[in-house]
């Protein structure tokens, strides 16, 4: 694992309108002064621990080694669920034990996972429903410190996953879903260039030739670029993540289509 920076990321449901994210800010700063904290987003929609997890899958490799991920989408806060770190070969994350991980152990190596015990990381509250501000903001500071991993809690196995679908083809069809839609009402499906390479090896289709099916429409073969879309028509291209988006050209796919997170998609 790399040595703890003073680089910590937020990723909440908390939204700007409340003390929450700052409280949070607050709590790092007064134990690192020098820590250095980036949002990557605080409109995860309450509760969605799915999309929270693809939010964070998207963007954490791109910071630095030994970058403190803290993310927090939380249900269950108060509740008997623990709190997690996670240490890999280059990042740290701290999480509730929801699922919210789940891609980070999926792709990251040599991941370790302890529960976060010790009271040392925590501060006193009257009540159970911040832990965001009181455990999670705390124990990211505290590890920029240069405190060990080992301090925080023993090690465990035992955590929760969210079920990661991978798309699958049969009769010369490749189905999958749609895994997020982004502020401009683009659809993003689980469907990466493999999946079309595999498809493509049954049907011997190129790229050019597929027909994308979803919410009803359907569009034949796969643009460069948003400028290659067309204004009252949906179109499909592989985006800068590797993933079959749909999307309308200066417009919004999600409403025009009716679709959303879930969907399914096929391409035949």
Known sequence: MPPAISMITLLTDFG???????????????????ARIVDLSHDVPPQQIEEAAYLLK???RYFPDGTVHVAV?????????????????RFYFLAPDNGLLSYIFDEELSVEVRVI???????????????GRDLFA????????GQS??????????????????????HKVLSGHIVYVDHYGNLISNITPLHLKELQGVARKSSSDVTIRLGGTEIQGLVVCYADGDKTTP??????????????????AAESLKCGRGEKIAVS
């Open 73 to 89: 989408v939380d249900p269950g806060v108060g509740s008997n669920r623990r709190a997690l770190l996670v240490s890999t070969s």
């Open 138 to 145: 705390p124990a990211a500071a505290w590890l920029t410190k």
């Open 149 to 170: 991993p080992g301090s925080f809690g023993r090690l465990t196995r035992d955590y929760v996953t969210l079920p990661i679908e991978e798309p699958t083809v049969a």
């Open 58 to 60: 998207s963007s954490y």
């Open 235 to 252: 179109q499909a291209l592989i985006n800068s993540n590797g993933q079959v988006e749909v999307f309308i050209k200066e417009g919004n």
């Open 16 to 34: 700007l309108r409340d003390y929450f994210v700052a409280s949070m800010k607050g709590v790092i700063l007064n134990i690192n002064s020098q």
């Open 117 to 131: 015990e010790n009271k040392q990381y925590r501060l006193d509250s009257e009540g159970a429903t911040f832990d």
